[in-house]
């Protein structure tokens, strides 16, 4: 695949591959607490633990998929199909089998123990979070593959979460439909609820969402408008209909994308050498753990999914339990926050372009941080009305801005090592799901049960997310991610020459001279000088040349403007050629030691002049 340009179907076919994870997880993180402890009628503590144990088997399951969707496949049709999809396709198959099971009564065993219902559910939770581990990281693996561009890679994880929030809206308006569409509506007093089976129209949910919305509604909690063993039936049927919608998506995913067909890091250096270019060295799993960065980026990944998976999970206990709203606003509310996460996503690359993407990230967790202070503050009934959804919608921004900023910096750690990206994306989910499981299952179990305690948790469990957000963005306010340990900090030649304006906008270090192709200039009245210069800086690398150049750069330099080719350059040579620069040229000289990557230097490429060296 043409890693220049990526077509729209491309684009908007890899932006639906996880639309049924999205579909799955937002029912997970949303209505499994809610439909273990009202309907199902487990413990707060045991509903807990369902969850927790489905965050241990993904966290344990993230990392090895990802070891193994980074070796190369050796199977012929496998291989052919590509070692992402077929990862991705394997997990789709194993969701689609397991998650119906967890939104339905227990099988066989209505009648068993907590403990023999318990084990019955952990077995598919395990199923369904291994197979949501191997389309999770398959498919953010799938990103540095597809282009090694920073822009293309934030625009791809907009496109992508921009579709997260269409697939958490299209449930919450399936939820609200079901819901109001009651094959179980309250029977008359002194008679079973569960008995009666007359349904209400669709037009009437759509009145009741009317007058949700205008604040006509009776706010006053309704023990036979809420959730309870009678909706067993709703969430299967629920739970079935996003199976069949995501699958039909997973489809156009494998349908649309086609994999860049993969090459080992052993055949790129081969190729390299015979091209007399040089290589960057492979990134082993080893490696990695030696890198500050990986650990400052796994901590920033886990506040942000801190964050966006506990106002998920706490938002409609928040709504029934605290607010004690009518089982409307369990689908309402979380609708308003992702449709305002939505809309923040459709800017997202603008932003990033402006401000970069730490200074995106801060401000996505001070739009968090205000939701966080208005939970705790509101009360009245002006908040019951309106307020609520002003609330989710500065949560619901916030949680848009920090997801899709903090894998856009996750794919800038990964850079060019793209052999070890699935390995990276799964060691920040496992960080992720195990802090996420424990900290709820502490959460479940220190509930008082009562009704400002999940006020309590959204304000601070979430604030305290952001400002571990802020902390971390802080240490790395000097860190250049990507940018490896040893790696020579003078010269870094990259391969977006024909895009520069990517490598300075909205990126980590804005005090970078690039050099590009149609910047290259023949030194003015020395036609045996090749110079290398910045257009519109005084800051320039110079490099005396006089015997070095090969014959046709020097035809070229003396006889045409069309300069495309600046000559090979060895290690030695260019020392010999730096002895010859004008002190008084006022330009930085470039040690040999500092200039390894300079060595075979050629019109395509992009030479960065790191800022520590423009100060000398």
């Known amino acids: 695949m043409d890693k220049q340009s990526l077509p729209w179907v491309t684009k908007l076919s890899y932006g639906v591959g996880h639309v049924f994870n999205d579909l799955c997880a937002s029912m997970w993180f949303t209505y499994l607490l809610i439909y273990y402890e009202k309907v199902l009628l487990f413990s707060s503590t045991m509903a807990g633990l369902v969850l927790l144990v489905g965050q241990v088997a993904d966290g344990i399951s993230t990392p090895i998929v990802g070891i193994f969707s980074d070796k190369e496949n050796k199977i012929g049709l496998c291989a052919r199909y590509g070692r992402r999809k077929v990862w991705h396709l394997l997990g789709t198959l194993l969701v689609f089998l397991s998650f119906p099971f967890i939104f339905n009564s227990c099988l066989g065993c209505q009648d068993a123990d907590m403990w023999a219902q318990f084990a019955y559910y952990c077995f598919f939770v ?145 190729l390299a050498l015979e091209k007399n270019q040089t290589s960057n060295k492979a990134m082993k799993k080893i490696d990695w753990f030696k890198e500050l960065p990986f650990y400052q980026v796994a901590l ?154 999940y006020r309590s948790v959204i304000a601070f469990a979430c604030g305290s997310a952001c400002l571990l957000g802020i902390l971390v963005i802080i240490s790395l306010r000097k860190v250049k991610v990507g940018q490896r340990k040893g790696a020579s900090q003078v010269l870094d030649i990259l391969a977006e020459s024909d895009d520069s304006r990517s490598s300075v906008e909205g990126i980590d270090n804005p005090v970078i001279c690039v050099i590009s192709e149609d910047k290259l200039s023949p030194a003015v009245g020395s036609p045996k000088v090749c110079q290398l210069r910045a257009q519109g800086t005084r800051t320039s690398c110079q490099c005396d040349i006089c015997s070095l150049c090969h014959q046709g750069t020097l035809n070229s330099i003396s006889g045409s403007n069309n300069n495309h080719y600046a000559g090979h350059l060895s290690v030695n040579d260019l020392s010999t050629s730096t002895n010859h620069i004008d002190d008084n040229l006022g330009v930085p000289q470039l040690p040999t030691h500092d200039t390894p990557s300079m060595c075979h230097p050629g019109a395509a490429d992009v030479l960065k002049v790191s800022h520590s060296k423009v100060e000398e």
């Not at 809206?169 to 009666?196: D, E, K, M, Q, R």
């Not at 209400?200 to 006053?220: I, K, Q, W």
Request: proline share 3%.
């Open 126 to 270: 395990c199923v369904f979070q291994f197979g949501w581990a191997c389309v999770q990281i398959s498919h953010l693996a799938l990103i540095p593959d597809l282009t090694y561009k920073k822009h293309q890679r934030t625009e791809l994880n907009s496109i992508r979460y921009a579709f997260t929030v269409l697939a958490n809206l299209s449930v919450f308006t399936i939820t609200f439909v079901v819901l109001n569409t009651s094959a179980n509506p309250p029977g008359p007093i002194g008679t079973n609820s569960t008995a009666s089976t007359t349904m209400v129209p669709v037009t009437d949910a759509s009145d009741s969402l009317t007058s949700t919305l205008s604040g006509e509604v009776d706010y006053s909690h309704d023990d036979t408008n809420s959730i309870g063993p009678e909706d067993t039936t709703k969430f299967r049927n629920i739970a079935l209909i996003c199976c069949v919608v995501g699958a039909v998506f997973s489809f156009v995913f494998h349908a649309g994308v086609t994999e860049p067909t993969f090459v080992s890091h052993k055949t790129k250096t081969k």
């Open 300 to 453: 920033l990944y886990m506040a942000t999914r801190l964050y966006v998976n506990l106002y998920q999970v706490y938002i409609p206990l928040y709504v029934q339990d605290t607010l004690l709203l009518s089982e409307t606003f369990v689908a309402t509310v979380p609708f308003a926050m992702y449709l305002a996460g939505f809309v923040g996503s459709l800017i997202m690359k603008e932003i990033n372009k402006k401000i970069g993407r730490k200074g995106t990230f801060t401000l996505g967790c001070c739009v968090g941080l205000t939701g966080c202070l208005w939970v705790w503050c509101g009360k009245g009934g002006y908040f019951n009305q309106w307020g609520v959804f002003l609330v989710a919608a500065l949560l619901g921004i916030g949680g848009s801005t920090l997801l899709i900023t903090s894998l856009s910096i996750t794919a800038d750690l990964i850079g060019e090592n793209v052999e070890g990206g699935a390995f990276v994306y799964g060691f920040m989910s496992l960080v992720d799901k195990i802090s996420n499981g424990i900290i709820i299952m502490a959460i479940q179990n220190s509930d008082p049960d009562e009704s400002w305690y």
